[in-house]
């Protein structure tokens, strides 16, 4: 714990975000949370620091949002012929180009666990899922043979922000519906626990 303090504090945590007390006495902050991902997703304290740290950077995303995206990791892990380590692997790959392209990291994660339920191995899940997001980019460039496979995978072609058509102002030029549902759901109830109580 003294090492993953150290390297917090080098990505600029503060004391008060390394280790916090709540109104009723009990011990929350990064220190806290990042313990609890690593025991329940089997992977060590100073990996999931490390992802941690690196996804708080590269994805714009607040402790917090972190947190609910471990949650959805480790509940697509538990409940898959895969584990939560490899799909946090794969999102840690891919999900900064995915959000540049419109797909969130929870889309991403979705993606990285059908992959890796399938067979795929997860050394070629972070490439394919990038390669995925750069052709779904293409929104109304895509080939008419890209659409027509996107579509096979239930994904449909979809308007962009403003109004825009495809492209990367949108959801990358495509909805990715049942992906979608399956992360959106990660925190619901299910057979595995959030790696946080509720509430914390």
Do not use: C
């Not at 503060?14 to 280790?19: N, Q, S, V």
């Amino acid at each position: 714990m003294t090492r993953l303090a150290a390297a917090a504090g080098q990505s600029g945590k503060t004391m008060e975000d390394l280790i916090k007390i709540d109104s009723s006495g009990n011990v929350t902050g990064f220190l806290r949370d990042i313990a609890m991902t690593g025991a329940a997703m089997d992977i060590s304290a100073d990996q999931a620091g490390n992802w941690a740290a690196k996804w708080e950077q590269s994805l714009k995303m607040t402790h917090e949002e972190v947190m609910v995206l471990f949650d959805q990791i480790n509940y697509l892990g538990a409940n898959s012929a895969t584990t939560a380590a490899e799909i946090a692997e794969a999102v840690n790959s891919a999900a900064s180009l995915g959000q540049v392209g419109g797909v969130s990291a929870a889309t991403t994660a979705a993606l990285a666990d059908a992959m890796l339920a399938t067979g795929v191995s997860t050394d070629r899940v972070g490439t394919s899922i990038k390669r995925m997001i750069v052709n779904l980019s293409k929104g109304a460039s895509a080939t008419k043979a890209q659409k027509e496979q996107f579509e096979e995978l239930g994904m449909s072609a979809g308007v962009g922000r403003q109004g825009h058509a495809g492209g990367q102002r949108g959801n990358a030029g495509y909805h990715l519906q049942g992906h979608q549902r399956s992360a959106a759901g990660a925190t619901g109830s299910g057979a595995v626990h959030p790696v946080r109580p509720m509430g914390h």
